[in-house]
T-cell receptor, first 107, second 115 residues
Framework: QKEVEQDPGPLSVPEGAIVSLNCTYS??????FMWYRQYSRKGPELLMY????GNKEDGRFTAQVDKSSKYISLFIRDSQPSDSATYLCAPGNKLVFGAGTILRVKS | GAVVSQHPSWVICKSGTSVKIECRSLDFQATTMFWYRQFPKQSLMLMAT?????????EQGVEKDKFLINHASLTLSTLTVTSAHPEDSSFYICSAEGLLQETQYFGPGTRLLVL
C-alpha cells in the first residue's frame, strides 16, 4: 500500500465551481498535513498546512483533516482559471508526497 | 515569505558532461535542504537530504557518486550531476526546511536535458 494515495485526475470544472481534492494516507503517526500547488514546469508552492483534525480556512481554500479515517481534503471555493495546476498532498512526513491531482478550471 | 531560488532554470548538455545546480535560500537560513527529481506527470521523488556541514543522506537507489551534493553554507546547497546521460534528463527541484521544520519551501526547479 502506498503511503499516500491521490486521484491523478484530471479534474475539470467550470469557473466558479467548488472543487474538492482528496488524499488518503496509511500512517496513523502523521501529525501535520500540507497541501502544495504546482504549476506546470514550476516548483511546488506551499498552500496550507494544519496540525489537527478539523477545518482550516484561508481565503478561498479550506483544508480538512479526518485523522480517524486518514483522509485529508482541500476545498477551493469560487474556482478560477488561475487555480489550474497540480495539487500535491503531503501528510505528516514532509518527504512523502502524493502523486498529485491535476485540476483544470475552465472559463 | 521564504524564498528559494535555483540556478540555472534550465540546462542542455552533452552526454558525459557534468552539470551543477545551485539552490539558495534567499531570506532565511536552512540547515537542511532536500533534492528531488520529478519525471513528467509523476510526483516528486526524494533523492537526498542535504545538511549544512555534513554529508548528504541519499535515498535508496540514488547513486551518491553520480549525484554529488554539497551544502557548504546555511543558504546554499549544490547538486552536481556527474557524467550525465540522457536518462538523467528530468526536472530537479530543491527545497529548504523552514524554521518550523514541519514545512519546506521549494525552488522553481531546474530542467535538465542531456543529449
Amino acid at each position: 500500500q502506498k503511503e499516500v494515495e491521490q486521484d491523478p485526475g484530471p479534474l475539470s470544472v467550470p469557473e466558479g465551481a467548488i472543487v474538492s481534492l482528496n488524499c488518503t494516507y496509511s500512517n496513523s503517526a502523521f501529525q501535520y498535513f500540507m497541501w502544495y500547488r504546482q504549476y506546470s514546469r514550476k516548483g511546488p508552492e506551499l498552500l496550507m498546512y494544519t496540525y489537527s483534525s478539523g477545518n482550516k480556512e484561508d481565503g478561498r481554500f479550506t483544508a480538512q483533516v479526518d485523522k480517524s479515517s486518514k483522509y485529508i481534503s482541500l476545498f477551493i471555493r469560487d474556482s478560477q482559471p488561475s487555480d489550474s495546476a497540480t495539487y500535491l498532498c503531503a501528510p505528516g512526513n514532509k518527504l512523502v508526497f502524493g502523486a498529485g491531482t491535476i485540476l483544470r478550471v475552465k472559463s | 515569505g521564504a524564498v528559494v531560488s535555483q540556478h540555472p532554470s534550465w540546462v542542455i548538455c552533452k552526454s558525459g558532461t557534468s552539470v551543477k545546480i545551485e539552490c539558495r535560500s534567499l531570506d532565511f537560513q536552512a540547515t537542511t535542504m532536500f533534492w528531488y527529481r520529478q519525471f513528467p506527470k509523476q510526483s516528486l521523488m526524494l533523492m537526498a537530504t542535504s545538511n549544512e556541514g555534513s554529508k548528504a543522506t541519499y535515498e535508496q537507489g540514488v547513486e551518491k557518486d553520480k549525484f554529488l551534493i554539497n551544502h557548504a553554507s546555511l543558504t546554499l546547497s549544490t547538486l552536481t550531476v556527474t557524467s550525465a546521460h540522457p536518462e538523467d534528463s528530468s526536472f530537479y527541484i530543491c527545497s529548504a526546511e523552514g524554521l518550523l521544520q514541519e514545512t519546506q519551501y521549494f525552488g522553481p526547479g531546474t530542467r535538465l536535458l542531456v543529449l
